[in-house]
């Protein structure tokens, strides 16, 4: 019976895999995605800058923050850090981009 038997037992079990773009995964509540950039609650205090292990923040002024997307390694220390609360992580993680540029925190 071997293949054949293989192939009739797989068309009745429910599939192992999502449907995945219509269903979507359950990410645990700490889950790090796409980061929130609150530009009006930062303070200019410059810790997320200094905490960041990867160097993909750089300050500008007070509420102008600058993410380098593609060298954030999402840690979540410039959360950690942040005493505002300017800066979370969100648990969206579909973030598909044609260009780097394009790809930026959300704003907010």
Do not use: W
Not at 50 to 68: E, L, M, R, V
Request: proline share 6%.
């Amino acid at each position: 019976m071997g293949v054949i038997g293989e192939v009739l037992g797989n068309l009745l079990r429910k599939p192992f895999t999502r449907l995945y773009p219509f269903e979507k995964e359950d990410v645990p509540q700490r889950f790090r995605g796409n980061i929130k950039y609150f530009s009006d609650k930062c303070i200019g205090c410059r810790l997320c800058e200094k905490n960041c292990p990867a160097n993909a923040i750089t300050f500008h002024k007070k509420g102008c923050i600058d993410f380098d997307m593609g060298k954030c390694i999402y840690c979540g220390m410039c959360g950690d850090v942040c005493p505002t609360q300017a800066i979370v992580y969100t648990n969206d993680y579909e973030r598909a981009e044609t260009s780097k540029k394009k790809i930026k925190p959300i704003q907010s």
